[in-house]
């Protein structure tokens, strides 16, 4: 059986070793390349754990879950650039669990740094130290690091392949492989002789594949232009797999009940109800949970509603007053981290009006339109699991412990992901899947949540607090001191995944807060841990969310303290400490035709947030109509460094706003007696097409590293709104969400 705690055990001193040079057993244990999961059949050849050629063309095994995204795309033609293929021409799946997969980039996004402040040394060690991804498994689609972690491996990976392919030709052609070109899927000879890759594949599979050099941008015929996506004829006709899709032969039904009251345990249960009705096959005991196995999903939720069942009672405080009274006090216990600390806030500069503010935020759901299922078959000395999810080593690490299984003995077959968010990250439902399975071996079984039971057991993104203090002075901010209180999605993750207790700085808790790109002399902000037994894991930009409201919120009340123009306060923060953010805003600014200055019955709000290596500006129009306000419009500019694909950065940008913005105008989750509230969409809603502002996006290019695009888009959101309705009505919004205090467009 497979653990990563005991990966994580065994590296953590050979990975410290690596940083400094280290002993020869680390260093090997480090660089050492990982094996290719590829097994390639008769006729065809594996060049690379990515590519695949068969007398069909070339497959592209993507590493990273496409989730809507557009992933698949954009690391198809990464590797069609630098190949000479065509992007049509490409097929592409998703890659085996597997640590060739490890993600890269994921590492270097924990280091100790505000990002947009990182030196040429500090980027090149967060390179190094991505191969420790490898080492401790982590196939991991999250932290908008997709496009970094790709960028330089599927470009080598198709220019590997491609001087593969021309050594094969000038072996079997007896001329010198710098002789020939390629085009489209061919091997071109000085005689114009036109050789396919395909001929070609066997013959490069016993080939040491050469040294290569990567094209100078100049040449690209796909990168840098909005490309058709590779999904969206499978999307467009229903033929593409989900999980909840999976059909294998034989295939068995099944949904589950855990205890509402999340952490507590399962003391008893009467089945006698649900045995009876007509289609259900078997009832599971789970140990803290319930499931019916019958012959059609329906069914089995309906059956499994029906099993009456004696819930012990949650591990945290009761109701939402209860916990926000325990978060309030992390307050009171020394920070976590204090990750900025710049000049001295504790003395206040002579002649300078200080400003104070409390802000609150709820407990989030990811809410993702795909409710969590798996389809799993046992047969007792091997696993087959069948889900969209992010974290496929992961997810097959804890499967296997689950059903007493060597890794090596459980097969990851990885679906799209009908939304994901980091809920898709997590592990419980693979691990229920499996147990469900494990009472029917030899029949594959699916197991699907009901809508209810989804909404009611995730790992929520935290409620949290924050207490700001700032000065200004002659129109400046020369002061920000602040303190934010949660609970941490990080240390929750490494003990869900490891089975050790995370510790030290929570980099996570308090990003977007201590690491924005103002100008402050005196700038100290600080992270407090709520210990609670909520469930919380990594939403959608994850402490970006809740911080990226706190700190643009009082920005805004500190620009309006001044007499300052919302914006311009902003502009001269951020033009002396990064150049990019400053863009950003001025883009906004030249987009909206902003001028501080709104007609009546219109209200705009700026705001500007740092996430993922991308900053993003956003304003948001509002409008009142008759009483009822509208959000309107609203206009994003981002800096992602280098535009891989306009078009999928514009989308992301959009679809993260729209995430923020539901979740500023009506999302909250809210606990009674030690049970999450909310059941389905009438409880936790959206926005829709009517409510959805029209928007315009400005993609720059300026920034000097690859920033990431998923989730950028939905810190900035929420403040903007609430900045706009500041200027619409002369309330300020310090709580979330916002449909409580005003009476918006639904």
């Not at 300052?564 to 306060?569: A, T």
């Not at 400490?577 to 219109?602: D, H, Q, R």
């Not at 509208?630 to 999928?648: F, Q, Y």
């Not at 679809?655 to 923020?660: K, W």
Request: glycine fraction near 10%; charge should be negative; include cysteine.
């Amino acid at each position: 059986m497979a653990s990563i705690g005991k990966i994580l055990r065994r590296t953590f001193l050979i990975g410290s070793a690596a940083i400094v040079g280290g002993v020869a057993f680390g260093a090997y244990y480090v660089t050492r390349p990982a094996a290719n999961p590829l097994k390639p059949g008769k006729g065809e050849t594996a060049l690379s754990p990515f590519v695949l050629i068969d007398q069909q063309g070339v497959t592209l095994f993507a590493p990273r879950a496409e989730m809507g995204q557009g992933v698949m795309t954009t690391w198809a033609a990464l590797i069609a650039e630098e190949l000479d293929v065509e992007l049509d021409d490409i097929r592409v799946l998703h890659g085996p669990a597997a640590a060739a997969y490890y993600n890269h980039a994921l590492v270097g996004e924990g280091l100790p740094n505000k990002g947009y402040d990182v030196s040429d040394f500090q980027h090149n060690l967060g390179e190094a130290l991505g191969v420790l991804g490898r080492t401790l498994s982590l196939q991991v689609t999250g932290g908008s690091t997709s496009m970094k972690d790709g960028f330089e491996r599927m470009r080598m990976a198709g220019a590997t392949a491609r001087e593969t392919l021309k050594q094969a030709a000038a072996e079997r052609l007896g001329v010198d492989r710098a002789q020939l070109t390629t085009e489209n899927g061919v091997v071109i000879a000085p005689d114009g002789t036109r050789i396919p890759y395909t001929e070609l594949a066997e013959a490069a599979g016993q080939i040491e594949p050469p040294e290569v050099a990567l094209r100078d941008p100049s040449e690209w015929r796909l990168l840098g232009k909005s490309l058709p996506r590779v999904d969206v004829l499978a999307k467009s006709t229903g033929t593409a797999e989900f999980g909840i899709d999976v059909r294998p032969q034989g295939l068995k039904f099944a949904s589950v009940r855990m205890n509402p009251k999340l952490g507590g345990v399962m003391n008893s249960f009467d089945a006698s109800a649900a045995e009876t009705m007509p289609g259900v096959e078997k009832i599971v005991d789970l140990g803290t949970g319930v499931a019916v196995i019958a012959n059609n999903t329906w069914l089995a939720i309906q059956a499994v509603e029906a099993i009456d069942v004696d819930w012990g009672d949650a591990p945290y405080p009761p109701d939402t007053d209860a916990l926000s009274e325990h978060i309030s006090k992390a307050f009171d216990d020394a920070p976590n981290s204090t990750m900025r600390d710049d000049g001295d806030v504790d003395v206040m500069p002579e002649g300078a009006t200080e400003i104070t503010a409390d802000y609150t935020v709820p407990y989030l759901a990811h809410a993702t339109m795909e409710p969590m299922n798996a389809t799993a078959l046992y047969t007792g000395d091997k696993l087959d699991l069948w889900c969209g999810n992010q974290a496929p080593t992961l997810i097959q690490m804890r499967v296997a412990n689950t059903a007493g299984l060597e890794t090596e003995a459980v097969d990851i077959h990885t679906t799209y992901l009908g939304g994901g968010f980091g809920r898709r990250g997590e592990l419980d439902f693979g691990e229920i899947a499996t147990k469900v399975a494990m009472a029917m071996p030899g029949t594959p079984v699916q197991t699907t949540w009901s809508r209810e039971e989804d909404m009611r057991h995730d790992y929520y993104r935290p409620g949290a607090m924050a207490r700001m203090r700032g000065a200004i002075k002659d129109g400046k901010a020369i002061l920000i001191d602040g303190k934010v209180a949660s609970q941490s999605p990080t240390q929750q993750a490494v003990k869900r995944y490891t089975g050790l207790s995370g510790g030290g700085p929570d980099k996570v808790l308090v990003e977007g807060f201590f690491n924005q790109p103002y100008a402050v002399p005196n700038y100290r902000m600080s992270g407090h841990i709520a210990d609670l037994a909520v469930p919380v894991g990594f939403w959608r930009s994850v402490g970006n969310s809740h911080n990226g409201f706190f700190h643009e919120t009082f920005l805004d009340e500190m620009a309006h303290a001044a007499g300052r123009d919302p914006l311009e306060f902003r502009l001269e923060l951020a033009k002396p400490e990064f150049a990019p953010a400053a863009g950003c805003l001025e883009a906004v600014k030249e987009m909206s035709g902003w001028t501080g200055e709104t007609p009546n019955a219109v209200g705009r709000g700026v705001a500007m947030t740092y996430s993922f290596g991308t900053p993003v500006a956003q304003v948001i129009e509002v409008v009142d109509e008759d009483g009822t306000i509208r959000i309107n419009k609203a206009w994003i500019a981002c800096d992602v460094g280098l535009a891989l694909d306009p078009s999928t950065v514009e989308a992301q940008m959009i679809g993260g706003m729209i995430y923020g913005l539901s979740a500023a105008t009506t999302g909250e989750i809210t606990f009674s007696d030690g049970e999450v509230e909310q059941y389905n969409f009438p409880d936790y809603d959206a926005l829709r097409m009517h409510n959805t502002p029209i928007t315009e996006v400005r993609v720059l290019e300026t920034n000097k590293h690859l920033g990431g695009v998923g989730e950028p888009g939905t810190p900035p959101s929420m403040p903007a709104l609430g900045n706009a309705l500041f200027d619409l009505t002369g309330e300020r919004a310090r709580s979330l969400p916002l449909n409580k205090q005003f009476n918006l467009l639904v």
